[in-house]
C-alpha cells in the first residue's frame, strides 16, 4: 500500500493514468466494433508518409501542445488563465497570411512579401498580444480572466479587419527548393512538421527551465508576489515576460493552424483551443492558483486532450458534443484538486489510520 501511494502521489501519475486510460478505452471500442485491438497504435508509411491514429494524435494535438507551454507559465506565475490563446492565433494567422498577400486580396498564387516576413510578422503579432495582457495583469492589477478578455473578444474582429473580411488563401505550395505556406503544416520527410514544431518549442523552454532560474523564479512569483519582490525578484516584470511567452506561443499555434488549410479564417482558427489549453494545464496535474508546474504534465495533458477527441470521433460523438465531454472533464479534475476535497480525503485516511491502530492495539 505504500508503494502504491508512493506512485499516486508522483507528479506526472494523474496525466499518465489518463493517457493509458484514454488507450485501454480505444482498444475496448476497436474490439467492439470489430477491428484488431492494437489497431490504435498501429502505424504505417504510405507514400512516403507517416499514417496511423497515434500520428494523427500527435499530428492535431501539436497547437494545444505548443499553447500549453505558454499557459503553464502564465498559470504558475499570474494564477489565473490567459482565456485569449485562440483569439489570438486567429489574429496572427490573419496578419501573417495579410502580409504574404497583400491586403484586401483574397487569393494569392505567389508572396507579396518574402515568407520569412510573414512568419516573424506572426510571431511579433502574437508577442505584442501577450504584452498587452501582461501589462494589464502585472502592471495594473486586472484580473487575468478580465484581462484577457478584452482580446478574447476582440482579437478575430482585429484579425477580419486585416483579411478585410475575406477568407485570405496563401495558394504557394512547396516544390523542391521553394518553400510554400503549407511547410508548417504539412510534412519535413515521413514527419508531420508540426510534430517537429511542437517538439522544438518543447525542448527549447525544457533547456531555458532546466539550465536558468527562470522556472524557480515563476514559481516563487506564483507562490507569493510579495515575498518574491521583498526577496529581489521583479515580480511584474516576470509576469509580463511570462505572458509574452504565451502570446508567442499562440503566434507559433496560429502558424501551424493556417498552414494546414493554407489560408487565414479568421472565424475558425483557434476556435474554443484556450479551453483545451487551460483543460491541458489541468489535466497535468498543475494547480490552477499557481505556484508550482509540471511541464512534462502538461505536454502529456494536451495530447491526452487530443486523444480523448479522436477517441470521441471515433466512437461516432460529433464535434458539435465533443465541448460536453471535456467540459465535465474539467469540473472532475477541479473538484479533485479543491482544497475541500483534499482536506476531505485527508481526513477520511486519517480516520482508516485510527481504526487499524485501535484494532493493532486490542489484538
Keep these: 500500500m505504500s508503494r502504491i501511494r508512493k506512485i499516486t502521489q508522483m507528479k506526472l501519475f494523474l496525466p499518465i493514468f489518463c493517457m493509458i ?40 494535438g501539436s497547437e494545444v501542445a505548443i499553447l500549453a507551454i505558454g499557459m503553464t507559465l502564465v498559470v504558475s506565475a499570474s494564477a489565473g488563465t490567459d482565456i485569449s490563446v485562440g483569439s489570438v492565433m486567429s489574429l496572427c494567422a490573419c496578419f501573417c497570411c495579410m502580409l504574404l498577400a497583400g491586403y484586401g486580396v483574397s487569393s494569392t498564387t505567389s508572396f507579396a512579401m518574402p ?20 501589462t494589464l495583469v502585472a502592471y495594473l492589477n486586472v484580473q487575468p480572466m478580465v484581462a484577457t478578455l478584452i482580446l478574447y473578444s476582440a482579437a478575430r474582429a482585429i484579425g477580419l479587419l486585416f483579411c478585410n473580411n475575406l477568407i485570405v488563401y496563401i495558394r504557394v505550395p512547396t516544390s523542391g527548393l521553394s518553400i510554400g505556406y503549407d511547410i508548417f503544416g504539412g510534412y519535413i ?24 532560474a527562470f522556472g524557480l523564479y515563476v514559481q516563487s512569483v506564483g507562490i507569493n508576489r510579495k515575498a518574491s519582490r ?25 502558424l501551424v493552424a493556417s498552414s494546414r488549410i493554407t489560408s487565414a479564417d479568421a472565424n475558425n482558427i483557434g476556435l474554443n483551443y484556450e479551453m ?69 480525503l485527508a481526513k477520511q485516511r486519517a480516520k482508516r489510520q485510527q481504526a487499524s491502530g485501535k484494532e493493532a492495539a486490542s489484538v
Design 189 to 212: 520527410g515521413p514527419i508531420p512538421t508540426p510534430i517537429i514544431i511542437a517538439a522544438v518549442c518543447v525542448a527549447v523552454m525544457t533547456i531555458v527551465l532546466k539550465k536558468t
Design 21 to 60: 486510460l484514454v488507450m485501454l478505452i480505444n482498444v475496448v471500442a476497436d474490439v467492439a466494433m470489430g477491428k484488431v485491438p492494437w489497431s490504435f497504435f498501429t502505424i504505417s508509411i504510405k507514400n512516403g508518409l507517416l499514417y496511423g491514429r497515434i500520428i494523427d494524435v500527435l499530428n492535431r
Design 276 to 344: 483545451d489549453a487551460i483543460l491541458a494545464v489541468a489535466l497535468g496535474g498543475n494547480s490552477l492558483g499557481g505556484g508550482k508546474f509540471n511541464l512534462a504534465g502538461s505536454i502529456i495533458g494536451a495530447y491526452t486532450i487530443q486523444a480523448i477527441t479522436t477517441t470521441m470521433y471515433n466512437m461516432g460523438v460529433s464535434s458539435a458534443q465533443a465541448p460536453v465531454f471535456k467540459g465535465i472533464i474539467v469540473i472532475i479534475i477541479v473538484v479533485i484538486q479543491a482544497p475541500p476535497f483534499k482536506e476531505f
Design 115 to 134: 515568407l520569412i516576413v510573414g512568419v516573424l510578422g506572426c510571431l511579433l503579432m502574437g508577442a505584442l498580444c501577450g504584452a498587452f495582457n501582461g
Design 230 to 254: 521583498i526577496a529581489g525578484l521583479n515580480s511584474q516584470r516576470l509576469i509580463l515576460l511570462c505572458y509574452i511567452i504565451c502570446g508567442l506561443c499562440a503566434g507559433i499555434a496560429g
